[in-house]
């Protein structure tokens, strides 16, 4: 009996990996056509000074609508292309547009000069022997300010050789590149590649942000982890933040920027245009002195 329902769990467990493993498959191939077909886009998100409650740039947050199944997360396609390789040329392609579409706003008038735009890396794209090179021939073409791009890492990419991590950084730190560590917190030793790794920003991951208001434990995190990096001199930016309450609490813990539903969720290109030129904010709570006057 006991040993019947082993086989069946055995069974059951193995129908369900050939099925994951199916439908990854299948992803994949649909992947490869979105590419092809130019199905991918970019949505933006606005990043806010939590004193002015001024926007300060964007990130740029890769989307896909599948033919079928409509809009997907990222967090559902991204470790598919990324296991794939197919990464290294969807990553080329989100730093190119983005980079074309902040130029656009310039001319436009809308894109302050101290304003920065963040795109994320992932550790394959950042690994890959083109990336350098196709960094600096993105930049060279479409002809904009290097230091107005963060790149936006994770500690992911450090797992093969911190030595050639920091050289790439190091390389394009030099083209004046600044790099931002993302979902800080969530990784295994995320204190130690702040000291190795030459980052200039720290994003407060979201998960310790959601229950700031009532988790103690979250709030102490906050504090700390703002705390520390400013004293390291680095950028903080709370992730997001949803409510009032919210600001208020990372505001306090001098957290400098923050992204969250609060001011704006991403937003395709022209929605993000419209939010550049909004003259009344209302996403700072009352708190700042704008709201004031
Ligand atoms: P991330 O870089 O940490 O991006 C922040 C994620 O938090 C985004 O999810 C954003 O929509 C979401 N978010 C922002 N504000 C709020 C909020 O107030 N509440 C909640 N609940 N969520 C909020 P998204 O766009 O689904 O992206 C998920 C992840 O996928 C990103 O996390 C990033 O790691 C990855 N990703 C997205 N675009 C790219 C890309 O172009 N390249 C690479 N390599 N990864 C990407
Ligand atoms: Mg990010
Ligand atoms: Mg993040
Ligand atoms: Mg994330």
Redesign the pocket.
């Known amino acids: 009996q006991v040993k019947e329902q082993g086989r069946d769990a055995i069974q059951f467990f193995n129908k369900y990996m050939a099925d994951k493993a199916r439908n990854v498959l299948v992803m994949e191939g649909d992947l490869h056509k979105a590419l092809e077909q130019h199905r991918f886009s970019l949505y933006y ?1 606005p990043r806010v000074d939590v004193t002015t409650s001024q926007i300060v740039g964007a ?4 989307r896909w609508e599948h033919p079928d199944r409509g809009m997907i ?3 559902e396609f ?1 470790p598919i292309l990324e296991t794939s390789g197919l ?1 290294v040329e969807v ?1 080329r392609w ?1 730093l190119e547009d983005s980079i074309r579409q902040v130029k656009i706003w310039q001319e436009q008038g809308i894109w302050k000069d101290d304003m920065r735009l963040g795109v ?3 550790p394959r ?1 950042f690994r890959s022997s083109e990336f350098v090179n196709d960094v600096t021939k993105i930049l060279q073409e479409v002809g904009i300010n290097p230091s107005l791009i963060e790149m ?1 890492i994770t500690e992911g990419i450090v797992i093969h050789n911190l030595e050639e991590t920091v050289a790439t950084m190091s390389s394009l730190c030099e083209l004046g590149i600044n790099f931002a560590l ?2 800080f917190g969530t990784g295994y030793s995320s204190i130690s590649y702040l000291k190795q790794l030459p980052v200039a920003i720290l994003k407060v991951d ?1 998960s310790f942000v959601r229950d700031i208001t009532f988790d103690r434990n979250d709030r102490v995190l906050v504090e700390t982890i703002s705390a520390m990096g400013n004293m390291l001199g680095l950028d903080v930016v709370a ?4 409510t009032c309450d919210q600001l208020h609490l990372v505001r306090e813990y001098n957290c400098k920027y923050y ?3 609060l001011c704006s ?2 937003v395709n290109a022209d929605a993000f245009a419209e939010l550049l030129t909004t003259k009344d904010i209302t996403w700072g709570c009352g708190a700042n002195k704008r709201d004031e006057k």
């Open positions: 998100q990130e740029a947050l890769l997360s990222p967090a991204i990464i990553g989100v994320n890396i992932s794209q936006e993302d979902d979201q992730e997001g933040v949803e992204q969250g539903y969720p991403p």
